[in-house]
């Protein structure tokens, strides 16, 4: 089973990084052990918005930089949301379904790169 460019785009991925698999393995690793969702969705539910669009940031960057490019599409525009006070529970519950789909794409990249 491929990857679908449009969850992970590995080209570009590996390219950011030079090529190197096996630093691209560890960083799916890592962010598959990260709970800045979990925070992100604590913060939103809290109305905490101004740390929440701090955390989406830190998603989006790290999204961007795997290559995750669904991923960071959504965080883009949640991100934007929370900078002008405001949260979208349906967009908040897509990102997540985005983020289920990615992870389960990035185990099939550990497995396989």
């Known amino acids: 089973m491929g990857v679908p460019v449009e969850y992970i785009d590995v080209d570009d991925g590996l390219k950011r990084i ?4 096996t630093i691209y393995k560890k960083l799916l ?7 800045y969702f979990d925070k992100l969705k604590l913060e939103t539910n809290n109305g905490e918005y101004e740390a929440a669009a701090k955390t989406a940031h830190t998603i989006k960057g ?10 960071n599409e959504i965080t883009v525009s949640l991100e934007e949301d929370l900078k002008n006070g ?8 897509e990102m ?5 789909e990615t992870l389960h794409y990035a185990d099939i990249l550990i497995e396989t790169l």
């Open 18 to 21: 030079m090529g190197n698999k």
């Open 29 to 35: 690793g890592s962010f598959k052990k990260d709970t």
């Open 62 to 71: 790290v999204s961007a930089n795997l290559s995750f490019k669904k991923l």
């Open 86 to 93: 405001h949260s979208d529970a349906a967009k908040l519950g």
């Open 96 to 100: 997540e379904s985005i983020l289920t």
